[in-house]
């Protein structure tokens, strides 16, 4: 009964407007009691009526009253603060600020439980059960509480808006149906609304479905992710077992050198020690034989002389002179390994960049679009070389092997299996995978291409020239225009002259792309393929004219 009272005596002391404990009480001449500055605000709202009413029983006045602090609720609400009864804490039957309140409640409203589209009004469970138990009210339609009711009000007429007008695509009463959109494409706002129901439905199922692709996508993705760790465990674990294994090689070869070399040193040695060894024999006897003689020649006594001449000993057959050649046997060593060195050199830098443009691009299930500027392109550049040893020996190369001229004299290269001999044709020393962009520069016809480094090297046109198989696209321009050739198709090709033209390929999407490269590209040609190898840019001069030539341009 205690707390019954006190939460009867924190209502009595609260102010209707605020919610609060009255603060400043002061009474209207209707006898109910604010909060001064409350009472106040809602009177000044009220100024441009001319007239002024009670928030709690509507009671209006011609003139607005004069207020007083009332002394005594004031007393009594300082005595409540005394005895710490502070504000009542938020009854969630109450309808607060962010709440849609009770149309019906007097004095403290309680939260409205439906809002009614026929009465554009809300109430709370007490006020709403004319709705649920009366006949007249059955028929009005029920919505959870909004505080927008007005919103479906003609502000014209006054009347709910129950129509929906197509032609302009808005709410309208009845009366507007029959007045300003008379004519109009007009329906119950029922009907729209069911329409939109169905528009509303289908897009939900479409989100739906999207969603469920994309949850799909994103475990693909994840699997993706997963199977690219394993992988690149995995390589990095079998890379580096093979690094081991030729580390282990080379040490074990350089053991091996060294071992044969000092053994060859101790035989070398061993001949010159025991060479050595005989001369200074030689040279102590020839200096005994020397003193011999020395003496002899001193004797005085011609008789003596003559007696003792015969009886000296001859002279031993002296060794062979010895000619120092110069030492090379363990130069030759050092050219062999130096041989060797430059050739896994060779291979290493043929063989990486396939390494390196394996590692550096993953592919995911999502395309990667081909870029829209010369700049998006650049992103893409990859340095690529001339490779001496495919070039046709009417081909001078030059410029770092970046530039391939055809000659009217053949060029002194030496005999390779990968070199071009039946056209005047070369290819890149680098294979291309991945995403790479690269330009060339032209003077007179030329092909440019790409092609497998399993194509013909001799033999017919149709062999091992480019565009003219199955291992080989190309790009044929000079200054009559353009044309495409792949698999010995000839595709006439439209576009603005330039001496440079650009190469895209997306090797694991399939795409190759040729591009006329002047202030702007214009996209010249685009194939969409299946590539099964990596690539190497070649280039073809098919036309007996020397001096023309094609320069890989530098675009770094």
């Known amino acids: 009964m205690a707390q019954k009272r006190v939460k009867l005596d924190r209502e009595a002391f609260s102010c209707s407007i605020c919610l609060n404990l009255l603060k400043d009480p002061v009474t209207t001449p209707c006898g109910h009691n604010y909060c001064m500055n409350c009472i106040k605000s809602h009177w000044d709202e009220e100024d441009r009526k001319n007239s002024h009413s009670c928030p709690q029983c509507r009671k209006t006045f011609t003139l607005r009253p004069v207020l007083l602090k009332n002394t005594m609720l004031a007393d009594l609400v300082k005595e409540l603060k005394k005895t710490r009864l502070q504000a009542a804490p938020a009854d969630p039957c109450y309808a607060g600020a962010e709440d849609v309140a009770c149309d019906v409640c007097t004095g403290r409203k309680l939260k409205a439980h439906k809002s009614c589209l026929q009465c554009l009004a809300s109430f709370c469970e007490k006020h709403l059960q004319p709705h649920l138990e009366s006949e007249t009210f059955k028929k009005h339609k029920l919505v959870e509480p909004s505080k927008k009711l007005q919103e479906d009000v003609c502000s014209r007429h006054d009347e709910v808006m129950k129509m929906f007008c197509r032609t302009d695509q808005q709410l309208i009463c009845y009366l507007c149906s029959v007045d300003e959109h008379k004519g109009h494409d007009t329906v119950s706002a029922a009907a729209e609304r069911a329409e939109r129901q169905k528009e509303l439905d289908g897009s939900r199922k479409n989100i739906q479905q999207r969603i469920q692709d994309r949850k799909k996508d994103v475990k693909l993705l994840q699997q993706q992710g997963e199977a690219i760790n394993r992988s690149a465990d995995k390589a990095v674990k079998d890379s580096e077992k093979i690094f081991s294994d030729l580390i282990r090689l080379l040490e074990k070869r350089s053991s091996d050198v060294k071992q044969q070399v000092r053994s060859q040193q101790k035989s070398e040695e061993s001949l010159v020690k025991d060479l050595q060894e005989k001369l200074e024999q030689e040279i102590t006897e020839l200096k005994r034989k020397d003193a011999e003689l020395k003496k002899l020649s001193h004797t005085e006594d011609h008789n003596q002389f003559l007696h003792n001449y015969p009886s000296l000993s001859p002279l031993s057959q002296s060794a062979s002179s010895i000619h120092i050649l110069p030492l090379s046997c363990f130069e030759d060593v050092t050219a062999a390994v130096s041989e060797v060195r430059d050739k896994l050199q060779d291979v290493l830098r043929e ?192 036309y007996w004219s020397p001096g023309d030539s094609a320069e890989l341009c530098k675009l770094k």
Not at 415 to 443: A, I
Not at 460 to 471: A, M, Q, S, T, V
Request: with cysteine; aromatic share 12%; net charge neutral.
């Open 351 to 542: 063989k990486w960049t396939n390494v390196s443009l394996t590692g550096t691009e993953v592919d995911v299930l999502l395309p990667q679009p081909e870029p829209k500027t010369r700049a998006g392109f650049l992103k893409y550049s990859c340095e690529i070389t001339l490779d001496p040893n495919t070039a046709n020996t009417q081909l001078l190369l030059s410029e770092g092997n970046m530039k391939a001229t055809l000659m009217s004299q053949q060029q002194s290269y030496s005999s390779h299996p990968d070199r071009f001999t039946n056209m005047w044709q070369v290819q890149s020393r680098e294979s291309l995978t991945g995403r790479c962009y690269w330009e060339v520069k032209r003077r007179g016809g030329v092909y440019v291409a790409v092609a497998y480094k399993n194509i013909s090297r001799a033999g017919r046109l149709d062999e091992c020239g480019f565009g003219r198989n199955d291992k080989s696209w190309a790009l044929y321009y000079n200054n009559n225009g353009y044309t495409f050739w792949s698999n010995d198709v000839q595709t006439p090709v439209s576009g603005p002259e330039s001496s440079r033209v650009g190469v895209y390929l997306d090797h694991s999407a399939g795409i190759l792309s040729f591009y006329s490269v002047s202030e702007t590209m214009t996209l010249l040609h685009r194939v969409q393929t299946t590539f099964t190898q990596p690539l190497y840019a070649g280039l073809w001069f098919d």
